[in-house]
Each structure stands twice: as structure tokens, then as C-alpha cells.
């Protein structure tokens, strides 16, 4: 389904939900899940949903290392595509954003202590994001547009800072479409179904149906064709072969 309505390949399709599966440390039976996110996550910003997988591919890993779930990750690649940051590019504004944070510079450390914000949920582990994004927000709103600036250019990195400042500008956008990733299971069985109405909704699941069918073929087959072709590679390289080609030239040169 994810294929149908994200215009790709079953197989791009598949190693972009299990790939998020593994990163975030979830279940295979989750991966219906995960397609209904990116979908979701795609239907409700500016972009596709083949650009969402791209983001969510560059950005999965370190979200999982700093305790970003897939539904925080996804509201915010979200809120970025609605500023025309989307694919790969998202992805790394929100990796940078994150490492920023949580390993930050002895700069970005000070304008952190500064501001009173600090990653320890005071029980050994980190605040997620959402909370140390909620804090960085109300923490800033003290201070005039000239020196949040200066905060938050000391804080992060160029990409860093976008991502930042888009997200604590848009935080009530961000916490929304947060909650439609919680709520987004079965979604993309409804949009098949809607697509399932057109001819290239038709047309597009026939093709993922006879690519997936191709490949299944292909590797019940693969032995056999792999002894045919080991076979004809001996033909080729017999001495039987070698003089019929031979007296083949002596007879053109004739």
C-alpha cells in the first residue's frame, strides 16, 4: 500500500519502512504502522511521500540514539516540509538539530546553561525532545528577536538552527501533527482505497503486484539460472569452442 500511493517501487517501499523498524527498535509487526506515518506525515505537510522516507532515512538513527520516537521524528520532518525543507535535506537539519542538543559544544553548553535549559531528566536519562524544545521555546521568549537569535546561533549549527527555530516557532503545528502520527493506523488502506477508484491508482498497484510476483519468480529461479548460466560459461571456454571459432576466422580471412 505505501508503494501505491508513495509512487515507489515495492522494494524501496519495504526497505524504507523495515529500515525505520530497525532504527527506532520497534517490532516487524509494525511496519503497517510505520508506512501509515510516513503517509500521513506526507498527506498532512508539503511534500511527497517518497521525500518523507528519504527524510525519516537520513534522520531515523540519530532521533533512536536520543530517544526521539518515530512520531516526534515525523511531526517534525512535517513541520519543515512546510517551509520547503524536505528528502534528505530535512533529514539532516533534524540529525544536526538533535546532536546540537545533546552533545553539545562547550559554546552551545554555556548558552544552554545560560537560558536554564538542560537535557537531564534528572533520573540518569534525557528529556525527550519534545519536552527540551518546549523548554528551549519558553526559555528564549524572554528576550528580544536580535538575541534569541544570538541563543540559537550559538546553540546550533546553520542547519541545526533552522530546524530548531522552525520547530519551536511552530510548536503547536509540530505537537499536532505529532498526534496524527499516533493516530495514523490504517491510513494508508483508506488512501489505497480512494486511489483504487481512478485508473492510475489501478494501474499502479498492477504493476507493484507483477514487480512483486517478478521477484518472487526470480528467486525461486535463481538457482537454475545460475547452473545455465555456469554451464554455458564452460561451453564458452571449451577447447571444442575455441577451435570452431578458430576455423570460423581462417574461413572469413579466406
Not at 553548553?109 to 523548554?135: C, F, H, I, W
Not at 540559537?152 to 520547530?167: E, M, N, P, W, Y
Amino acid at each position: 500500500n505505501l508503494a501505491v500511493i508513495g509512487e515507489m517501487s515495492v522494494a524501496e517501499a519495504a526497505l524504507s519502512a523495515t529500515g525505520a523498524v530497525s532504527a527506532f527498535g520497534l517490532k516487524l509487526d509494525d511496519v503497517s504502522r510505520v508506512g501509515d506515518i510516513f503517509a500521513k506525515a506526507a498527506a498532512t505537510s508539503n511534500t511527497s511521500v517518497s521525500a518523507m522516507t528519504e527524510s525519516m532515512r537520513q534522520a531515523s538513527t540519530v532521533s533512536a540514539v536520543y530517544g526521539s520516537t518515530i512520531e516526534e521524528t515525523a511531526a517534525a520532518l512535517g513541520v519543515l516540509a512546510k517551509i520547503n525543507v524536505t528528502g534528505s535535506a530535512a533529514g539532516t537539519a533534524y540529525t544536526n538539530m538533535l546532536t546540537n542538543l545533546y552533545a553539545p559544544t562547550k559554546q552551545a553548553a554555556a548558552a544552554l546553561k545560560d537560558l536554564g535549559v538542560t537535557t537531564d531528566d534528572g533520573m540518569g536519562g534525557l528529556k525527550n525532545s519534545t519536552q527540551l524544545l518546549g523548554e528551549l521555546r519558553k526559555a528564549l521568549s524572554g528576550f528580544n528577536e536580535p538575541a534569541r537569535a544570538d541563543f540559537l546561533g550559538d546553540i546550533f549549527t546553520v542547519r541545526g538552527q533552522k530546524a530548531a527555530s522552525t520547530i519551536i516557532e511552530n510548536l503547536a503545528l509540530y505537537k499536532v501533527r505529532m498526534q496524527e502520527a499516533a493516530e495514523a493506523t490504517g491510513f494508508t488502506n483508506v488512501a489505497v482505497a480512494k486511489l483504487e477508484d481512478s485508473t492510475t491508482g489501478a494501474m499502479k498497484r498492477m504493476q507493484n503486484s507483477v514487480s512483486g510476483s517478478l521477484a518472487k519468480a526470480f528467486a525461486s529461479s535463481q538457482p537454475a539460472l545460475q547452473a545455465l548460466i555456469s554451464d554455458l560459461g564452460a561451453i564458452a571456454r571449451s577447447q571444442g569452442t575455441v577451435d570452431l571459432l578458430t576455423a570460423m576466422a581462417d574461413g572469413t580471412l579466406r
